[in-house]
């Protein structure tokens, strides 16, 4: 049972242009989402959070938006650039504003190309 | 500083083997995760240290697979009797895990592990 669902698995977007990353989520106990970016060979990188409580989080490039009701979030990258090509996970998890513990649940991730 | 380290980056062995996966995390970092990461698919969680003790092992797929940070530092990664179906990179992430309020995890690069 997939709890975190990322239903495209590829997209192209052109330089400065804005590229839009949508994750879906069942669980409505989660109260912490993450993006997560991760190039070849490496671990994943820590890309911006948001929590539940609140519907927009920005960060530079890059802003998350969180739609409770429809259990979806977004990830925005405006203006796009070629070092943005990488794998993005979308990433929830349950009580960690308590605890400090994080038992993320990973989503299957999307390929983001960016071309010049 | 010194990200998360773990070693060896790639390990081929034969099914029916035992295998030792090594993290070292970020100094500091009291909080430990251990990850596996299939093929085509998200990172899913498999055990988190809290300081020395295994404060939540419920990812572990089966008793063939043991974890320890007996210093609170480093941590390995045990697999006994491997099985093809082990094939996949084995994450691991460590956080300053605060009292309160959700803490960034730091990935390594991962160990590739391949059962022939």
């Known amino acids: 049972d997939q709890q975190v669902k990322q239903n495209s698995p590829s997209l192209s977007v052109q330089e400065g242009r804005i590229s839009i990353l949508n994750c879906d989520y069942t669980?409505?106990?989660?109260?912490?989402f993450l993006w997560y970016k991760k190039y070849p060979a490496e671990g994943p990188t820590f890309l911006i959070s948001?929590?539940?409580?609140?519907d927009k989080n920005e960060d530079g490039r890059f802003t998350v938006f969180l739609n409770k009701s429809a259990k979806h979030l977004s990830l925005h990258i405006v203006p796009s650039q070629p070092g943005d090509s990488a794998v993005y996970f979308c990433?929830?998890?349950?009580?960690?504003?308590?605890?400090?513990?994080?038992?993320?649940?990973f989503g299957t991730g999307t390929r983001l190309l960016v071309s010049p | 500083g010194a990200g998360v380290s773990q070693t060896p980056s790639n390990k081929v062995t034969e099914k029916g083997k035992y295998v030792e996966l090594r993290c070292d995390p970020i100094?500091?970092?009291?909080?430990l995760y251990w990850y596996r990461q299939s093929l085509g698919q998200g990172p899913e969680f498999l055990i988190y240290?809290?300081?020395?003790?295994?404060?939540?092992d419920s990812g572990l797929p089966n008793d063939r697979f043991f974890a320890v940070r007996p210093e609170g530092s480093v941590s390995t990664l045990k697999i006994q009797r491997t099985e093809r179906g082990d094939s996949a990179v084995y994450l691991c992430?460590?956080?300053?895990?605060?009292?309160?309020?959700?803490?960034?995890?730091?990935f390594g690069p991962g160990t590739r592990l391949t059962v022939l």
């Open positions: 240290f809290q300081g020395t003790g295994a404060a939540d």
């Open positions: 100094s500091g970092h009291t909080a």
């Open positions: 990433a929830a998890s349950v009580g960690a504003m308590n605890t400090g513990f994080q038992k993320l649940v």
């Open positions: 948001i929590s539940s409580i609140k």
């Open positions: 992430a460590s956080s300053l895990s605060r009292d309160l309020g959700a803490d960034t995890q730091y």
């Open positions: 669980n409505s106990m989660f109260d912490y």
